[in-house]
């Protein structure tokens, strides 16, 4: 998790590593394409599925964890 001014800005922008039970709060990523949405320990997921690059354009429901992913429109 990241402790106010302790961390560069740039690892908060563009860090991939999360530890297991390192934050309280759930975080929500991309920027990082993959071909399915990726949950990290419990409280991480990457949900960029490369819409941009022809992949899906995907969300996820932070109540129910249910996660909604469209083909890109052609």
Do not use: M, Q
């Amino acid at each position: 998790c990241y402790k106010g001014n302790e961390t560069p800005v740039n690892d908060i922008l563009w860090g991939r590593s999360f530890e297991e039970n390192s934050c309280e709060k759930i975080n929500i990523f991309g920027h990082t394409p993959l071909k399915e949405v990726k949950k990290i320990h419990n409280k991480h997921w990457n949900i960029d599925t490369g819409c941009t690059y022809g992949g899906k354009l995907s969300a996820i429901d932070l109540n129910t964890n249910i996660i909604y992913s469209v083909d890109k429109v052609k």
